[in-house]
């Protein structure tokens, strides 16, 4: 198994990352041995992977940097890069390689403190690896510094580092930043080829696979999610059965307090199973006695870890607000493709009734309108609108239609 196989609908970025990694390594290779590198090689020291969610951004860059970091003794007699088994794909792929650094929002934004070590760390040289790669699986969330840092080290990069961003367009990334990149992107992959990997891979059963599939459009974390996770699959039905709600105000006040303290639980869910590790972990790093008492001076390190943890539960707890809205507006358009009598296939097709009965007591320009309220809610939410007044606001304007 390759470090490819389970990157779904990606069969053109994969040749041409493969053909980058091969390239990648003919460029160690000459350099251990004191010759000229290849020409015209389609390796860069610099990578950005845009696309849709769900369409597997992270993992693919992932993947590209276990290629990169292959030992499998196999190349020696020709074999591709990436093989999967090997010490340098395995820990690649879990994230623990040693030069394999992957930054990720933990707030809303990656800040200029989260960068400061890995950008100093892009220009030193492998530790045990091939190459150092620095991984940002949310590069629309690097601020104006962080940024500026970021270019700083893309800009004059040394020689074995390379830079793998993750965001999901363009337009989402500096022009300055993006100039000096590799663009791949990425598309949605087919409901039929998700189904198909979540039989494969995961061994779902192929009706379950299917619903999870299409209820999620093609979105590969949350079909796997949706079909492995009875709690998910709840808070979905739960979700769905909220249009149906909204008859009079107090029913939209309580269907968006029930929206958002859902979230607050995910969230906290989260925070429990990572929270106390983190802090264990810290405190013996520390050098915490035995009783739990912390050495003198360490204060400000604990409230800085703590202030991380923060932000990261505001995220979680914004993210799955997120996930909620995405699952209303297929709702919805699942809602107008019976209004105009579309051949487009349903996505929940579990929710049927409530879309037929939705559908005839409604016009297409009504849905219209509470498609547009579910977008206005993301928006006052990425500008820090307090979540239950963007989903109390949202539930009132589904109900007027």
């Not at 609908?9 to 091969?22: N, P, S, Y």
């Not at 090689?41 to 990578?47: E, I, L």
């Not at 100093?120 to 699986?137: C, M």
């Not at 105000?249 to 429990?272: H, P």
């Given at each position: 198994?390759?470090?490819?196989?389970?990157?779904?609908?990606?069969?053109?970025?994969?040749?041409?990352?493969?053909?980058?990694?091969?390239?990648?390594?003919?460029?160690?290779?000459?350099?251990?041995?004191d010759t000229p590198p290849p020409e015209a090689?389609?390796?860069?020291?610099?990578?950005l992977f845009t696309g849709p969610p769900g369409a597997g951004r992270t993992q693919t860059a992932r993947a590209f940097a276990a290629a990169l970091q292959c030992v499998s003794p196999d190349r020696a007699l020709g074999g591709a890069p990436g093989c999967g088994f090997c010490d340098g794909c395995h820990t690649a792929l879990l994230g623990t390689h040693a030069d394999v650094t992957t930054v990720a929002a933990v707030g809303t934004q990656i800040?200029?403190?989260?960068?400061?070590?890995?950008?100093?760390?892009?220009?030193?040289?492998?530790?045990?690896?091939?190459?150092?790669?620095?991984?940002?699986?949310?590069?629309e969330r690097l601020n104006e510094k962080s940024a500026n840092a970021v270019l700083k080290a893309v800009e004059e990069p040394a020689p074995r580092t390379v830079w793998l961003l993750c965001a999901p367009s363009l337009e989402d990334v500096l022009p300055t930043i993006r100039s000096r990149c590799r663009h791949l992107n990425l598309r949605t992959p087919s409901v039929e080829a998700v189904a198909d990997m979540l039989v494969r891979r995961d061994g779902i059963e192929p009706e379950i696979a299917a619903a999870a599939a299409r209820a999620t459009q093609g979105h590969v974390d949350r079909a796997r999610r949706l079909a492995t996770d009875e709690r998910a699959r709840a808070r979905r039905a739960a979700v769905l059965k909220l249009p149906l709600r909204?008859?009079?105000?107090?029913?939209?006040?309580?269907?968006?307090?029930?929206?958002?303290?859902?979230?607050?639980?995910?969230?906290?869910?989260?925070?429990?199973?990572?929270?106390a590790k983190e802090t264990e972990e810290l405190k013996a790093a520390l050098g915490a006695a035995q009783g739990g008492r912390m050495p003198r001076g360490t204060a400000g390190v604990m409230k800085e870890l703590e202030d991380k943890q923060k932000r990261r539960r505001t995220r979680t707890q914004r993210d799955s607000l997120d996930q909620a809205l995405t699952e209303l507006t297929?709702?919805?358009r699942d809602v107008l493709a019976l209004q105009l009598g579309s051949r487009v296939a349903l996505a929940n097709t579990d929710a049927e009734d409530a879309l037929e009965r939705l559908a005839r007591g409604s016009a297409p320009e009504a849905t219209l309108r509470r498609i547009e309220a579910i977008a206005a809610c993301r928006d006052a939410l990425d500008r820090n609108v307090a979540p239950l007044l963007a989903v109390e606001a949202m539930t009132m304007a589904l109900r007027a239609g």
């Open positions: 198994m390759s470090v490819w196989d389970d990157l779904v609908g990606q069969e053109k970025v994969c040749e041409q990352l493969d053909a980058a990694a091969r390239d990648a390594d003919a460029l160690v290779t000459a350099t251990a041995a090689s389609k390796m860069t020291h610099a990578w800040l200029a403190d989260d960068m400061r070590d890995t950008v100093r760390k892009s220009f030193t040289s492998p530790a045990n690896g091939r190459w150092q790669v620095i991984l940002v699986e949310d590069a909204l008859d009079d105000i107090g029913g939209c006040l309580r269907a968006a307090q029930e929206l958002v303290d859902a979230a607050t639980d995910d969230s906290k869910q989260l925070a429990e199973e990572i929270d297929g709702f919805y």
